[in-house]
């Protein structure tokens, strides 16, 4: 079955500092992975996703995430953190063997505080 | 191009009571999925539906049902409510253009308070 874990509750940086927000992954075979950013009272925003190709995928505000095959991670990262990146992180995972339209899987994610 | 819509946005019920929550998916997309999200479990699937059908179902009790209409809208359905139901229910949409690899867009949720 497929997982996603997020080995870090929360993750502190100074802003202008670079960020990275931890995801790895367990899927049979290669996986599309996805991140989501959640802020208070409101749903979550899609920012980037792996399917195929280039291990470097570049998302929305600033945000890319390198997929790493042999370490099954898919970490976010940021070179320079804005207090308004502030918010809960989630990776979420699909299974591409799975027939049918699997949903995706969740991390339990992982809250980002940017420090002034 | 607005996004996912779900109403109502709070909604306080008592225990053993029902409750319907809405969603409308962006104009175009067929898919829509729901999610629990509480502190506890995290995100949670409920149920996925694709052209009026059920194509997935998530490990919930039978209590929670759903449906979709013509016109892509959703609604699922909690009946005899239990405190445990009190979560962020959350849609999700998606064009079903390429399946797997479709990105879902989420909604802002309802807030579900059973007391």
């Known amino acids: 079955a497929q997982s996603v874990a997020q080995p870090e509750d929360q993750v502190n940086v100074a802003e202008g500092n670079p960020l990275t927000v931890k995801c790895t992954y367990s899927?049979?075979?290669?996986?599309?992975l996805f991140w989501y950013v959640q802020y208070p009272n409101r749903g979550l925003q899609f920012l980037l996703k792996?399917?195929?190709?280039?291990?470097l995928v570049k998302g929305s505000y600033g945000f890319e995430a390198e997929f790493n095959k042999s370490q099954t991670s898919f970490h976010l990262k940021k070179p320079s953190a804005l207090v308004s990146d502030s918010a809960l992180y989630f990776c979420?995972?699909?299974?591409?063997?799975?027939?049918?339209?699997?949903?995706?899987?969740f991390g339990k994610g992982t809250r980002l505080s940017v420090i002034a | 191009k607005a996004g996912v819509t779900q109403t109502p946005r709070y909604l306080i019920k008592t225990r053993g009571q029902q409750v319907t929550l809405s969603c409308s998916p962006i104009?175009?997309?067929?898919?829509v999925s729901w999610y629990q999200q509480t502190p506890g479990q995290g995100l949670q699937f409920l149920f996925e539906?694709?052209?009026?059908?059920?194509?997935n179902k998530g490990n919930f009790p039978g209590r929670f049902s759903g449906r979709q209409f013509s016109n892509s809208r959703s609604e699922m359905n909690v009946s005899t409510l239990e405190l445990g139901d009190s979560a962020l229910y959350l849609c999700?949409?998606?064009?079903?253009?390429?399946?797997?690899?479709?990105?879902?867009?989420f909604g802002p949720g309802t807030r579900l308070t059973v007391l």
């Open positions: 899927v049979s075979g290669n996986p599309y």
């Open positions: 792996y399917i195929t190709g280039d291990n």
């Open positions: 104009s175009g997309h067929r898919s």
């Open positions: 999700a949409s998606s064009r079903q253009t390429s399946g797997l690899t479709d990105t879902q867009y």
């Open positions: 979420a995972v699909r299974d591409p063997r799975n027939s049918g339209n699997t949903p995706l899987v």
């Open positions: 539906y694709f052209s009026e059908t059920q194509r």
